[in-house]
Protein backbone atom coordinates (compact mmCIF):
# COMPACT_ATOMS: atom_id res chain seq x y z
CA UNK A 1 0.00 0.00 0.00
CA UNK A 2 1.21 3.64 -0.53
CA UNK A 3 0.22 6.45 1.36
CA UNK A 4 -0.21 9.85 0.10
CA UNK A 5 0.20 12.36 2.60
CA UNK A 6 0.13 16.47 2.59
CA UNK A 7 0.44 18.03 5.49
CA UNK A 8 -0.70 21.76 5.57
CA UNK A 9 -0.84 24.76 7.74
CA UNK A 10 -4.30 27.04 7.17
CA UNK A 11 -4.94 30.67 8.09
CA UNK A 12 -6.89 30.06 11.35
CA UNK A 13 -9.78 32.62 10.03
CA UNK A 14 -11.06 30.29 7.13
CA UNK A 15 -10.00 26.92 9.15
CA UNK A 16 -13.54 26.01 9.63
CA UNK A 17 -14.69 26.78 6.11
CA UNK A 18 -11.74 25.05 4.55
CA UNK A 19 -12.08 21.60 6.37
CA UNK A 20 -15.80 21.67 5.42
CA UNK A 21 -14.48 22.43 1.56
CA UNK A 22 -12.00 19.57 2.27
CA UNK A 23 -14.46 17.19 3.79
CA UNK A 24 -17.74 18.03 0.71
CA UNK A 25 -15.54 18.82 -1.94
CA UNK A 26 -11.83 18.22 -2.45
CA UNK A 27 -11.24 14.88 -1.01
CA UNK A 28 -14.64 13.42 -2.47
CA UNK A 29 -12.94 14.90 -5.55
CA UNK A 30 -9.82 13.10 -5.02
CA UNK A 31 -11.78 9.46 -4.23
CA UNK A 32 -13.92 9.69 -7.63
CA UNK A 33 -10.35 8.81 -9.66
CA UNK A 34 -10.82 5.64 -8.17
CA UNK A 35 -7.12 5.40 -7.38
CA UNK A 36 -7.13 5.87 -3.43
CA UNK A 37 -9.29 3.44 -1.69
CA UNK A 38 -9.41 5.15 2.02
CA UNK A 39 -8.50 8.32 3.76
CA UNK A 40 -7.91 9.93 6.84
CA UNK A 41 -7.74 13.63 7.62
CA UNK A 42 -6.09 14.45 11.26
CA UNK A 43 -5.17 17.64 12.86
CA UNK A 44 -1.74 17.78 14.52
CA UNK A 45 -2.27 18.88 18.23
CA UNK A 46 0.77 20.12 20.71
CA UNK A 47 2.21 22.64 17.35
CA UNK A 48 2.42 26.09 17.88
CA UNK A 49 -0.91 27.76 16.22
CA UNK A 50 -0.02 31.31 16.13
CA UNK A 51 1.01 30.88 12.55
CA UNK A 52 -1.56 28.64 11.35
CA UNK A 53 -3.18 25.22 12.59
CA UNK A 54 -1.55 22.20 11.35
CA UNK A 55 -3.68 19.30 8.94
CA UNK A 56 -2.64 16.04 7.65
CA UNK A 57 -4.59 14.31 5.13
CA UNK A 58 -3.67 10.69 3.82
CA UNK A 59 -4.74 8.88 1.19
CA UNK A 60 -4.08 4.89 0.59
CA UNK A 61 -3.79 3.70 -2.52
CA UNK A 62 -3.39 0.26 -4.05
CA UNK A 63 -0.02 0.54 -5.57
CA UNK A 64 2.77 2.62 -7.01
CA UNK A 65 1.05 2.86 -10.23
CA UNK A 66 -2.01 3.83 -9.15
CA UNK A 67 -0.57 6.61 -7.38
CA UNK A 68 1.52 7.79 -10.23
CA UNK A 69 -1.49 7.91 -12.36
CA UNK A 70 -3.24 10.05 -10.38
CA UNK A 71 -0.26 12.88 -10.17
CA UNK A 72 -0.25 12.77 -13.94
CA UNK A 73 -3.89 12.92 -14.51
CA UNK A 74 -5.46 14.10 -11.54
CA UNK A 75 -3.26 16.15 -9.32
CA UNK A 76 -2.30 19.37 -11.03
CA UNK A 77 -6.28 20.04 -11.91
CA UNK A 78 -7.01 19.22 -8.20
CA UNK A 79 -4.41 21.40 -6.69
CA UNK A 80 -4.75 24.22 -8.75
CA UNK A 81 -8.80 24.22 -7.51
CA UNK A 82 -6.93 24.44 -3.72
CA UNK A 83 -4.31 27.76 -5.38
CA UNK A 84 -7.60 29.19 -6.59
CA UNK A 85 -9.51 29.12 -3.52
CA UNK A 86 -7.49 29.56 -0.84
CA UNK A 87 -4.34 31.18 -2.17
CA UNK A 88 -1.94 33.09 0.27
CA UNK A 89 -3.79 31.30 3.45
CA UNK A 90 -2.07 27.66 3.23
CA UNK A 91 1.10 25.98 2.98
CA UNK A 92 1.95 22.51 1.73
CA UNK A 93 4.15 19.72 1.45
CA UNK A 94 3.51 16.37 0.38
CA UNK A 95 5.07 13.27 1.30
CA UNK A 96 5.10 9.81 -0.19
CA UNK A 97 5.16 6.75 1.80
CA UNK A 98 5.13 3.18 1.93
CA UNK A 99 3.12 1.23 4.45
CA UNK A 100 5.18 -1.79 5.51
Do not use: C
Request: aromatic share 12%; glycine share 4%.
Amino acid sequence: MILYNITIKIDPAIQDEWIKWMKEEHIPNVLQTGLFTEYRMTRLLEQDESDGVTFAIQYLSNSMADYQLYKEKFAPALQQKVVDKYEGKFVAFRTLMEVV
